[in-house]
């Protein structure tokens, strides 16, 4: 059992090598380099702030639920 879970964690640890979100750009870079557009470079930038709060909100919960059954 644990080799295979090493073995899992070791093909999605270098899978994500392998894996983009987007294309690289041309230019390299900002993909939105003197369009004059304005968009964000991807999505995800437009919630780093809200993900960050949820990312707190969350890790005060499990910790206080943790502590709460003293494991």
Not at 2 to 11: C, R, S
Request: glycine share 8%; hydrophobic share 50%; proline share 7%.
């Amino acid at each position: 059992m644990k080799t295979i879970n090493k073995l899992a964690l070791a093909f999605f640890l270098f899978s994500t090598f392998l894996i983009n979100a987007q294309p690289p750009s041309p230019e390299g870079g900002n993909a939105n380099k003197g369009n004059g557009t304005g968009a964000p470079d991807s999505p995800v930038d437009m919630y780093v702030y809200i993900l960050v709060i949820v990312a707190i909100i969350l890790i005060l919960f499990f910790s206080k639920k943790y502590m709460l059954k003293k494991i």
